[in-house]
């Protein structure tokens, strides 16, 4: 059917045993077709200085280099889950503060809906770190999917 416009669902991918879980699970359940298209979204956390940390330029070189290799490596192993499946994958890797980054990404992107996992953490840590899903489900411009792996 010429003119169908499939859906952008941008996907929060970090590595983590839960982000994984959230790509799986959009993977499996989402009755994706192929208009659809998987925005896989990595954002490098930026480190910020503190007692001790001399970020010299060579420091800062080899630390760049070992978050472009992590997120490559984030990037390689979410194509992998998304390998079977007849969906359009797009990959990209923004810098920043992982809330806001995933927020700009869906106007950037025009995302339709954002999947996003849950690290499950309790109140006590969530207060002090943040809860980046929360976050998302209180500032996204979409509608949020949070998956959270059974345990």
Known sequence: MEGVKGRRIL??????????????WAVD??????????VLCHVESIP???PGLVLTPQVAVALQKYMDR??????????????????????????GDARDGLCEAVKKFEADFLVIGSHGYG??????VGSVS????????????IVKKPH
Do not use: W
């Open 11 to 24: 996907v929060a991918v970090d590595g983590s045993e839960q982000s994984r879980y959230a790509l799986k």
């Open 70 to 95: 992590v997120a490559e490596d984030v990037m390689k192993k979410s194509r992998e889950l998304c390998s079977e499946s007849q969906v359009k994958v797009e990959e990209k890797i923004l810098s």
């Open 29 to 38: 359940n989402l009755h994706l077709s192929s208009s659809d298209t998987l």
């Open 48 to 50: 910020v200085g503190g």
């Open 134 to 145: 929360d976050y998302c489900a209180h500032h996204a411009e979409c509608p949020i999917l």
């Open 123 to 128: 109140i006590i840590k969530r207060a002090v």
